[in-house]
């Protein structure tokens, strides 16, 4: 009967008895390993929708610029004597203009302008929008103190190629179509990166209806 108790006492002792110093340590390795992974986990799953954000929002600005620059290339009015288009590509800038028709038809005189001009200065290669109309003699502008004349204007990309548009005209000089073409980057000073640093390239078109051929 005395060693039955015995028996039973120290498996009692047993279970009752707690965890070793040794199984402390084993066990906070394995919990660390674990909230190590899914710490990995929770850093890698940021990271990639900071990424899907930034390829969103650049996505977003590159249209809503190709729509800005598409609406007023179709607004263009002139013929071939006397172009409503005006581009300047000289140097590190390049701007391109596009004449509006306001109360007279008839008459370009009382037009007015909308101007676009990239400004290259070390990694940065913007493209602004003017949003004042610019003077005939401004146009097309050399600097972007010509481009706002004196008012504002709108910063709309940071672009990753220098020759955003290309005028094609027939072998009479007549104008056939304005390509558009905005490459836009986050960083231009880094390296493209599909998360970090992406890079979005949107092409179009423009054959102004009130440009006569």
Same mark, same amino acid.
């Given at each position: 009967?005395?060693?039955? !108790? *015995? ?20 066990? =906070? ?25 930034? =390829? ?49 038809? =008839? ?26 109309? *610019? ?16 008012? *504002?204007? /709108? ?9 955003? !548009? ?15 073409? !905005? *490459? ?11 998360? /970090? ?17």
């Amino acid at each position: 009967m005395h060693t039955m !108790f *015995t028996k039973a006492k120290i498996k009692w002792n047993r279970l009752t008895r707690g965890m070793t110093l040794t199984e402390l340590l084993v066990a =906070s390795i394995l919990v660390g390993i674990v909230m190590l992974g899914v710490a990995s986990f929770s850093i890698a799953l940021k990271h990639i929708q900071g990424g899907t954000s930034r =390829s969103a929002l650049l996505a977003m600005r590159t249209h809503a610029a190709m729509a800005k620059i598409t609406k007023d290339a179709y607004a263009t009015v002139g013929d071939a004597t006397n172009p409503g288009i005006k581009e300047r590509a000289m140097g590190q800038d390049r701007s391109i203009c596009f004449r509006k028709d306001t109360n007279d038809p =008839s008459s370009y005189t009382d037009d007015t302008w909308s101007c676009y001009y990239r400004r290259r200065l070390g990694s940065s290669n913007n493209l602004w929008r003017c949003t004042e109309p *610019t003077p005939p003699a401004k146009v097309p502008p050399a600097n972007l103190l010509e481009c706002n004349n004196g008012g *504002t204007s /709108d910063l709309l990309l940071n672009l990753n190629n220098n020759d955003y !548009f290309t005028i094609v005209t027939d072998t009479d000089d007549r104008l056939e179509y304005i390509e558009f073409t !905005f *490459t836009a980057i986050i960083d231009r000073s880094a390296a493209v990166h599909p998360v /970090d640093n992406p890079l979005y390239t949107l092409v179009t078109r423009v054959s102004p209806p009130g440009h006569s051929r």
